[in-house]
Each structure stands twice: as C-alpha cells, then as structure tokens.
C-alpha cells in the first residue's frame, strides 16, 4: 500500500531522442519534397541540384540517427574535431571574403558557411551529449569568452564589425555573399544579394545555437517546446518562406513580422506597403490585411492571454536569436535600478515616436504631400539608419558579448513597449513565486536576460508582474528551490500575488479552492 | 534611540529591514564577515562559475543608506552589558539603547587528529569560500565528510571541477532519519551519477598531514585509507555564542531566549542561527537553523523592536534543497517511515516521486515530501493546516503540482497511487 511503481511518460532523458527523431523525419520530409520538385522539374533551377541537396539532407539525417543509436560518448577526437572544423569553416569564409568566394562559390559555401555550421554543430553535441541531465551554467561567469573577457571582446568586436559591413559597406563581403549564390538560386531563382547572406546566416545562427538551447535544457519542456517555435518560426517564415515568396515573383513579405516592429507594414507609400501591394496585388492585399490583422486584432487578444512571451520569446526573429545564440551571455544584461529607469523612458519613447512617425505620414499621404512634400521618405530612411540598422542590428546583436542580449528589445523595441504595457495591466500572464521557498540565491536575478531582478520579488513571495519580462522562463530553470512558475491566470490578484511575506503568512492564507 | 546589530545574515537584516519600516530609529548593522549581506545560501554557484560574487548580495548597494541602516565591517569583540555599550577590534566603543545578537553559527569539529591542517575546513562563510578556492586549486582528488545538505553542496561543487571526490556518509542510507528508503536510493542515484564515489556508513577517523601540516588523506573508521589533499567538513553547525557567552550572557546550546527574543541581559536580544528557545517550539525545536527561520525571526524581532506585540511562533514546517539535479520540497512533517499512528502514500516514477504522511486514525494529512517534482506551498501548506483528508484527486494534484508549464504527468495515476 505504501509503495507503487508506476512508469509515467514524465519528461526526463529520453526526450532529447524525441527531438532527434524529430529533427530525422523533419530532414527526410524536406528531403522528399526536394526530390519530387526535381521530379515533376518545377523548379527553375536545375534538378540535378535539388536531388544533391535531397542526398546531402538524407545523409545529415542518417549520421544524426546512427549518433543518436549508437552509445556516443564523445572523445577528444571529437572535441578537437570540432574545433578544427570549425576554424576551418571561419578561415573558409575570411578566404571567400577575400575573393575567393566570387571564383568558387559553390566549393567555398561548403568550406565556409558549410563547415562552420557543420563544426559548431558538432561541438556543440560533443559539449552537451554525455552532460548530466540537468541545469549546467558552470563556469559562465569565470570564462572569458562569456564573461567579457578577452576572447569576449574579439567575439563582440566582429560580431559588431559584420553588422557594419553588412549595413554600410555590403561590397566588403561581396565574396561571403556570392557563396550563397547557388542556394539563392535554388531557393529564390535568383542572384544572392547581401541580405539573402545574412538571413542565412542569421536563421543558421539560430538553428544551430538553437540546437544547443534544446540540449542544454532539455530537462525542461517548457523550454524544448519554445525553443523548436523560435527556430522553426525563424526558418519557416522568416527565411524559405520569403525565399519562395520571391521565388513566384512575389512580394518578400515577413509573416511573423508587425508593425510597429516592421514599421514599413502600416506605413504608406513606396517604402511602406506600396511596393507589397503594386508587387503583390490580390496577395500584396492579404498581406496588409495580415499585418494588420496581427498588430490590431491577434495581438491584443494573444497578450492577454499568454502574455508577451506569445511573441517576443516564442516567434519573434530577435527574439530568437537573443534565446539561442544569446543565450551564453543573457547574464550580461544591466541590472541596476537605473538601467531600468533608463529602460522606461528609452522604450517609450521610441513608441511615441514610431506611432506619431506613422500618423503624420499618413496625414501626409492623405493630404497628399502638404505635411512634409516629398521628405516621407527621408523621415522612414532616417528612422531605419537609427533604429532598424544601428540600434536593432550593430548594438543589438553585435554588442551580445557586452551587453547581453536584449539591449534592442528592453531598450528600443516598439513592439515590445506595447505588448509590455498590456502585459503590466492587461494580462492573465504572471511569474507566481512558490511562497517562502526562496533563499535570495539571485540564479533568477542573474540569469534575466531582461536585466530584472527577479530576487527582489521572489524574496518578498511577491509575484513578478513586469512589463518588459518576455517570459523566456529562463528565471524558473535555473531557480534551485523551485520557486518561480510561469503561468496565466485570473487578473485578480495577480499583482500582489497570493502570499506576501512581507506583510503575512503563508500558512495562514485562505485559498479561495479550498474554502 | 540606537539600535545596534551584530551580524548581517539574514535574521540580523530582516530585523533591521522590518524595524526600519516601523521606526525611525538609528539603526547600525556591524559584521565581521563582509561589508554587505550576503546570501551564503549562494555560495556554491559562486564557486561553480555559476554566480559572480556580486551577485550574492540580494540588495543593490544603495538600499543601505536609502533606508538609513548603517554599515560597518569589524568583529565586535566584547559587550559591556552595564554600560550599554560594545568594543570593536579595530579600537573604539559604541553605545546601543538596544543590541541585536544575530551572529550566525559556526562549522561543527570534532576533535580529529589533523582537523586545522592545511586543506581541511568547512564551508559556512565568504572567507571560507576565498580559503576552499585556494586550497582546491590543481589538485586531483578530496574528500568530503557528512551527508547533509552542505556535504552533498560541496561535493557537487568539487564535481564541478573535476575533482575526484570521496563522500563519507554516518549513516547506511543519506539522512535516513527523514527520507524513506526510497527517497534516499534517488538520492545515491543521484551523487553517483555525478562521479562522486559515495561512501555510506562510514565515518571519518582521522586525517593523515605531510610534513608541511597539509593534509594528505583521510583514514576512514572501516580502515581504508583515501588519497586526498582536500578535506571538507560538513557535519553540521553550531550556534555561535562566544561573544554572547564572554560578556556573560545566559547561554544553553545557543543564545537563550524567550519567544519576544530576549536574552538575560536587559536590552539584548538574540535571533537567528545563534540563538535557542527557552520553551520548545511547535514540533518540538529549539534551536532554528534555516534561512527561512532566519527571515521569519528577523522579521518578528523587528515588528516588536517597532513597537509590534506580536511573540515568534513557528510556522508550519517547510524546506528545500536540491541535490544536484534532483530537487527537493517538503511541508509539513512527514517521517521516514510508517508508524503506528502515521501512514505513508507514494507515487514514483523514474526520478520523480510524491509521498504524502496521514494520520492512520482520522486519514488527516501531516505532510508531503516531493523529489524531482516542485510542490506548491501555499497548496501543501492549507491542505495541512486545514486537516484535509490526506487522499489526492487530480484536481487537487494539479493545484499542488509547481512544474512549469508543458510538465508531462498523468495526473490521474499519480492521484490514484496517492490515494490508494
Ligand atoms: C553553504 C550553506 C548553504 C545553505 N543553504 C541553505 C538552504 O538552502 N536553505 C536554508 O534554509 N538554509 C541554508 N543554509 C543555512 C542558512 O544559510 C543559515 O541558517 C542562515 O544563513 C543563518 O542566518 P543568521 O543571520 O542567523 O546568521 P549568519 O548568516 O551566520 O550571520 C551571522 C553573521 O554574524 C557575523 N558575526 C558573528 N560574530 C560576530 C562578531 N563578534 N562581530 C561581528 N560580526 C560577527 C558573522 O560574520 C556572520 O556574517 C545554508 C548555510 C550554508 C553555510
Ligand atoms: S523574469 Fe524570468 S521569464 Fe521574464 S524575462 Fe526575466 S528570466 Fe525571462
Ligand atoms: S533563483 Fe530561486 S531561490 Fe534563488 S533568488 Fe531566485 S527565486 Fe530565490
């Protein structure tokens, strides 16, 4: 009577086989697809081309399941391996970048761009397979490379320095972009320009690191589940659906993208949705009318519901890249008092800004041109050098090894100004603190990307009610007590939670359920 | 009015936290161990890289004298209780209208042959945190000695940096005097899965020094003898009373108190670690050394120090620790075993498990202990204060159950395997 066995399907080891096998059949679907275009010969590039991509899919997806069959305990060779391939893969893309890319761009694709993705993957399971299956952030704060130190400054240096290039000096990287030729051929029927490059490299970013994410807390699903949403969001419709998008001569459009992040998608005229709709036509409509759809309709009632977390940690494409290949440096975010206060008054700003920019343009165009004649285009070009290339770009992602991660999203972003003021009072979303239980450890605090201190609330038993918190959950994981939980609910009570330390006990409070 | 602390853990902070919203009074906090509070519950992360040292401290740096508490970093090393006044080691004397005793407690030794060599010590403070990453610096191997939560912390933080650690366990089962069998087989599970080689039923004889007083190994009490040049002692504490005892204040075990925290001497009060009840608290205790108590003593020292009424009382037991990757909640009293008067209902699966303690005669609940699952407290604590039949349907697991959201579990089969 005491004791029962019982096996359940609770989450435990076996779930990164789960996601294997996930990635497996997903690589052999794409891969069949691939050869029935070859097949049926709609594809305007050859078909000679989709079956070697089909090949090269099938072969990932067969080392994939042998590694994941056979006990793998990765060995130095494999360390070094990695290692070797991937410094391999970075010198590959200096040499293409050199020129060597414009005389060979299918080989130095592979021995660029290829082989890095192809090392860092690898390195990455050599890290994490043989790990013990729970919390591992051993070591963030004392190695270098995450903690600011040398090899951190060099990272952030080119991360930043790429971000220059690819905003205000695209000819440098004239030979990366052209080793991406022939997969913009394939996918867009095409020439690769500069930014098919770097939505490449941006969506593999967040694949692979993706990939990472998934191993290093796979003991938690919550954040499995969330991180195969931002990566598939992120390839999905942030990168081939574009691609094919442009592929039948339409427009590229973002659909996970709205305004006010992707200000162009409410605004008028030619770099606003003018071009989607003389390019799109009877698409180009449902386009708009999907844009605005989200911002005004599907927001508002997703917000409510879930909270932010709904989009800026589960579909946005900064987002995405903030929790995967940000995640090593999340603990970076500014934590003081007056990083927020700051934090508040930048934020809101640039809502103000962007909702008066996009009024007055619009008055502008009704009145055709009597606000500010034909400088409409100068106030979106200037708005985009500003907040779209240097804040959201250079000193959003670049400065990751320096200021963490969410520097665009806490600092700049409009999107998340709205969604944050609804989060703060108009939300069933909240973070509960699980009574007494905290000891002040400060995991949570330090682990914020969003640079909240969770502690001080947790401390309290107060629940966290944030407007910037974008519910990543990363707070929850890392709590050694148990403490935090993710969670929607009624707005009664949310703000002050249900037990206040400071004020009573736990003990003696009267749960409604139980009276 | 001078309200003078000594100590800035967590019971001499929350006093001086709950007084200040009360009272206008100056209040000055003195500790000898760092210039501001510190959480030594984080110590560890510290140690694995997991924290940055300024990351312990759970209040920014200006909260001090935003709420006007003054602090000052010096050991006090003697209270002149007739003139109301205390000594500080660095010279000089301060005088109090009111004193605060929350000095914490102290790494128990036993008395064995080598325990001050060099590379043998425990882990309680920031100090002992700056000597353990010296002494653990390129070596290969340690020992650890006691399994109780800190024993098990710091092997885990050994582990960390692949060091080869042996775990001497007193008893034939970790702390079997409050896990059942099944509960403390997870927990070996758990300590070997990380590399730790586990040593149960084993005791510490004696430590073996080099010629430099350094340690060398350890010599267990089944005679083996093992290779380490780190010995962590982590046999429990005590309650630090030198100062409160040399100044001639009423001390047992810990400081003595009454439940408004006074000690035998006029305008002394002690909190905390340190301090001992007169008359037993609900469950029996004395003597109260958690972080959680810590904070609820503080806070009721403070209300009353305000002008409060309110005399401590106990609240009803709750912990949590985690051991490696293995969480751990419990509320509410649940024994090791079955008793005559206690029946016990288990649920388990792979690494998780729920047990719940009842009352045999009335089926009342008395307790739950969860291991790889994270309980509600407020839910744990109102079923118990409540005296809810211990039998659990789904609903109510589910309101009991803190996992994060997407938690996989069949809440029908734990709530059955709970109730049956
Ligand atoms: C490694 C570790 C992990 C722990 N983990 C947990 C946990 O997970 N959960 C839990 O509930 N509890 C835990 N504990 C126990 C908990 O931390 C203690 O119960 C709590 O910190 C005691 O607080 P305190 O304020 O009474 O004393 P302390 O925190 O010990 O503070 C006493 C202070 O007084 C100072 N002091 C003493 N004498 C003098 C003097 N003469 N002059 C000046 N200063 C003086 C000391 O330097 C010290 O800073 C842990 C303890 C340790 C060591
Ligand atoms: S509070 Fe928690 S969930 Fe919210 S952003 Fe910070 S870590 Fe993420
Ligand atoms: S991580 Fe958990 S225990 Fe630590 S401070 Fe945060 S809520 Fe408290």
């Known amino acids: 009577m005491t004791t029962t066995h019982r096996s359940i399907s609770l989450v435990d080891g076996p779930l990164i086989d789960v996601t294997i096998n996930r990635i497996v059949a997903a690589l052999l679907v794409v891969a069949a697809l691939l050869s029935v275009v070859a097949a049926l010969q709609i594809w305007p590039f050859k078909p000679t081309t989709s079956i070697a991509l089909a090949a090269l899919l099938v072969f990932s997806a067969a080392t994939l399941w042998v590694s994941k069959n056979s006990a793998w305990h990765p060995t130095r060779f494999h360390h070094k391996g990695a290692a070797i391939l991937t410094g391999l893969g970075l010198v590959g893309m200096l040499v293409s970048i050199a020129g060597a890319g414009i005389a060979w761009p299918m080989l130095m694709f592979w021995l660029g761009i290829g082989a890095t993705t192809a090392g860092t993957t690898w390195m990455i399971a050599a890290r994490y397979t043989d790990g013990a299956h729970g919390l591992d952030n051993h070591g963030t704060m004392t190695n270098p490379v995450t903690n600011r130190g040398a090899s951190g400054w060099m990272l952030g240096i080119v991360m930043t320095g790429f971000y220059v290039l690819i905003y205000w000096y695209p000819a440098a990287l004239e030979g990366l972009t052209k080793t991406t030729d022939p997969l913009s051929w394939l996918m867009r029927g095409k020439a690769a320009d500069h930014w098919f490059m770097y939505s490449l490299v941006y969506s593999l970013a967040v694949v692979v690191m993706g990939v990472r994410a998934l191993y290093k807390y796979r003991h938690v699903r919550y954040q499995t589940i969330r991180t195969w949403s931002v990566m598939l969001v992120q390839l999905l419709l942030a990168f081939i659906l574009p691609s094919i998008l442009v592929l039948f001569q339409q427009p590229e459009f973002y659909f996970s993208y709205f305004w006010p992040l992707k200000w162009t998608y409410l605004w008028p005229g030619d770099y606003g949705i003018g071009w989607i709709l003389a390019d799109g036509g009877r698409t180009g409509v449902f386009m708009i009318f999907w844009g605005a759809m989200m911002s005004f309709v599907a927001t508002p009632i997703l917000t409510y519901f879930y909270g932010k977390r709904w989009y800026c940690s589960w579909v946005c494409g900064c987002g995405a890249m903030a929790e995967t290949l940000g995640d090593p440096y999340r603990h970076l975010a500014p934590r003081s008092t007056d990083s927020w206060r700051l934090e508040r008054w930048m934020i809101h700003g640039v809502l103000v800004i962007i909702i008066l920019a996009t009024a007055l343009l619009w008055i502008n165009s009704a009145t055709e041109g009597a606000l500010f004649g034909g400088f409409s285009g100068a106030v979106a070009k200037t708005y985009g050098f500003i907040f779209g290339s240097i804040w959201a770009g250079v000193i959003g992602v670049g400065f990751y090894p320096f200021l963490g991660t969410r520097i665009w999203c806490r600092f700049g972003c409009p999107m998340a100004a709205i969604l944050g003021l609804q989060q703060r009072f108009f939300s069933r979303f909240r973070i509960t603190t699980n009574g007494a239980q905290c000891i002040s450890c400060g995991n949570c605090s330090a682990y914020c990307e969003m640079g909240i201190d969770v502690r001080w609330y947790a401390q309290r038993g107060q629940n966290i009610v944030r407007a910037s918190c974008v519910g990543c959950g990363i707070c929850s994981t890392v709590c050694p007590r148990g403490v935090l939980k993710l969670e929607n609910g009624p707005t009664e009570g949310r703000l002050n939670g249900p037990v206040l330390i400071d004020r009573d006990e736990v003990d003696l409070i009267d749960l409604p359920e139980y009276r | ?420």
């Not at chain 2, 800035?8 to 000898?32: C, Y």
């Not at chain 2, 419990?330 to 206690?342: A, I, L, N, R, S």
């Open chain 2, 1 to 420: 009015m001078h309200i003078v602390i000594i100590g800035n853990g967590i019971a001499g902070v929350s006093t001086a936290r709950f007084l200040r919203k009360g009272s206008d009074a100056r209040i000055t906090i003195i500790s000898a161990e760092s210039p501001y509070h510190v959480a030594r519950t984080a110590l560890m992360y510290a140690y694995m890289g997991d924290l940055r040292p300024s990351d312990l401290k759970p209040y920014e740096d200006d909260f001090w004298p935003k709420n006007r508490l003054d602090l000052i970093q010096d050991t006090v090393t003697h209270v002149d209780i007739e003139a109301g006044a205390i000594n500080l080691l660095a010279g000089g004397r301060m005088h109090y209208d009111i004193l605060v005793l929350a000095t914490g407690s102290r790494p128990n030794r036993f008395g064995w042959k080598g325990e001050y060599a060099h590379g043998v010590q425990g882990l309680y403070s920031m100090q002992d945190l700056t000597s353990m990453e010296v002494a653990t610096e390129g070596i290969q191997s340690a020992a650890v000695i006691g399994g109780g939560l800190i024993g098990i912390e710091m092997a885990e933080m050994l582990r960390v940096r692949r060091i080869d650690v042996h775990l001497l366990v007193r008893e034939q089962a970790y702390m079997d005097y409050l896990f059942s069998a099944d509960e403390s087989e997870l927990i070996h599970q758990e300590i070997r899965r990380h590399g730790v080689q586990l040593h149960l039923g084993t005791e510490l004889d004696a430590i073996e020094t080099d010629s430099e007083d350094r340690a060398v190994a350890v010599h267990t009490t089944s005679g083996e003898r093992l290779a380490t040049r780190f010995v962590g002692l982590a046999v429990g504490v005590h309650p630090n009373v030198d100062l409160a005892r040399q100044s001639g204040i009423e001390t047992g075990k810990g400081i003595l108190i009454t439940n408004t925290f006074e000690t035998s001497a006029p305008g002394v009060y002690a909190v905390g670690d340190c301090a001992e009840f007169r008359e037993p608290l609900a469950h029996g205790r004395r003597i109260e050394q958690l972080w959680y108590s810590g904070r609820r003593q503080g806070r009721t020292l403070g209300r009353l120090l305000a002008g409060g009424t309110d005399a401590y009382s106990a609240p009803l037991f709750f912990n949590s620790a985690k051991f490696f990757d293995l969480e751990y909640h419990t509320y509410g009293d649940v024994p090791p075993h079955e008793t005559d008067e206690v029946v016990c209902r288990q649920w388990k699966a792979g690494r998780h498990l729920i047990r719940t303690a009842a009352e045999r005669s009335t089926g009342r609940i008395l307790g739950v202990n969860g291991l790889g699952v994270r309980l509600r407290q407020e839910v744990a604590a109102s079923m118990i204060r409540r005296g809810q039949d211990a039998a659990i349907t789904p609903a109510r697991l589910k309101t009991l159950l803190f996992e994060p959201e997407f938690f996989q579990a069949d809440t029908t089969q734990i709530a059955e395997a709970l109730s049956s």
